[in-house]
């Protein structure tokens, strides 16, 4: 009988000691916290401050005798603007450039012969030099939005070959 008990004790102990270790051990992870803090008048919301616009698939007879592609919409969200000293933002654009038409984006990839167009809230191109901004968007106490458009359109100087492509445009912004 004394066996029986210390069998029966030993059972009992590990099933509450297996009970133990599944409670402990449910999941775990992590949060990763980043950002900076800066000296302007509107903070970027971080849903717009990194982005990708998917311009879709694109058929090369589209982009024959100077037509485009279907412009996307893509924004830069400000918010919480004080605009006690500051009126106004604009947008300085930065990227590689295509060889033959320095008003488009390159594209790195298997498709060439084209290139990514940005027009800015007032149908200007965007200059991808760092130093041209983009039109001045005036600003309003609050939430406030640069919206541009982008498209991809032939460099003109050769055939547009299908394929794959990325891109990668970075900006600053400049209040006045």
Same mark, same amino acid.
């Given at each position: 009988?004394?066996? =029986?008990?210390?069998?029966?004790?030993?059972?009992?102990?590990?099933?509450? @000691?297996?009970?133990?270790?599944? &409670? &402990? $051990?449910? !999941?775990? !992870?992590?949060?990763?916290?980043?950002?900076?803090?800066?000296?302007?008048?509107?903070?970027? @919301?971080?849903?717009?401050?990194?982005? @990708?616009? $998917?311009? !879709? /698939?694109? &058929?090369n007879?589209?982009? =024959? &005798?100077?037509?485009?592609? @279907?412009?996307?919409?893509?924004?830069?969200?400000? /918010?919480?603007?004080?605009?006690?000293?500051l009126k106004s933002v604009q947008a300085l654009f930065t990227g590689n450039t295509d060889t033959n038409d320095n008003n488009l984006l390159a594209l790195s990839g298997s498709a060439k012969g084209a290139g990514i167009a940005i027009e800015d809230g007032s149908q200007q191109l965007v200059k991808f030099d760092g130093k041209t901004a983009s039109s001045k968007l005036a600003l309003q106490p609050g939430t406030n939005t640069m919206v541009f458009t982008a498209y991809v359109k032939s460099d003109g100087a050769s055939e547009v070959v299908p394929g794959d492509f990325t891109s990668v445009t970075n900006f600053s912004l400049q209040y006045n």
């Open positions: 009988m004394t066996i =029986k008990k210390i069998v029966l004790a030993m059972a009992v102990g590990a099933a509450f @000691t297996a009970g133990f270790a599944n &409670a &402990a $051990d449910q !999941g775990a !992870g992590s949060v990763a916290f980043t950002g900076s803090i800066i000296d302007a008048p509107c903070s970027i @919301t971080s849903d717009t401050a990194n982005q @990708t616009v $998917d311009l !879709g /698939e694109v &058929a007879s589209a982009l =024959k &005798a100077g037509q485009t592609s @279907t412009p996307k919409t893509f924004n830069i969200q400000l /918010e919480q603007c004080d605009t006690a000293t």
